[in-house]
């Protein structure tokens, strides 16, 4: 299994990124699939999560309205829309997948999910 992160990258206040992830390796479309993020010191903490169907998905409190978790099966690819970027944002993200679960919720536990990506850095001044 193989998870490549993409697009992340200094940005103002108040900007937008869009975070991709594709998998390979396994079936992409049968399990969730979910993003993290990371500050040196601190515990890796759910952005968000989403289901094998793409239908439901679950948001850190932090990030809710902000961004958006996306994903494209047959491009066995992973999206995060981040919109209103603020400092406290700023983190290494990265994006996991489980290998068991359909549902999101699976896939928001640092310490269920199977496999990690490499991390994309984000930066917000």
């Known amino acids: 299994v193989q998870l490549v992160e993409s697009g992340g990258g200094s940005v103002q206040e108040g900007g937008s990124l869009t975070l991709s992830c594709v998998a390979s390796?396994?079936?992409?479309?049968?399990?969730?699939m979910g993003w993290f993020r990371q500050i040196p010191g601190k515990e890796r903490e759910s952005v968000a999560a989403?289901?094998?169907?793409?239908?439901?998905?679950i948001y850190g409190d932090s990030v809710k309205g902000r961004f958006t978790v996306s994903r494209n099966n047959a491009k066995n690819t992973l999206y995060l829309q981040m919109n209103g970027l603020k400092p406290e944002d700023a983190a290494m993200y990265y994006c996991?997948?489980?290998?068991?679960?359909?549902?999101?919720?699976?896939?928001?536990?640092?310490?269920?999910?199977?496999?990690w990506g490499q991390g994309t850095q984000v930066t917000v001044s």
């Open positions: 996991a997948a489980d290998r068991t679960a359909h549902s999101a919720y699976f896939c928001t536990r640092a310490r269920v999910v199977h496999h």
């Open positions: 989403l289901a094998n169907d793409g239908v439901s998905s």
């Open positions: 390796g396994y079936n992409f479309s049968d399990y969730c």
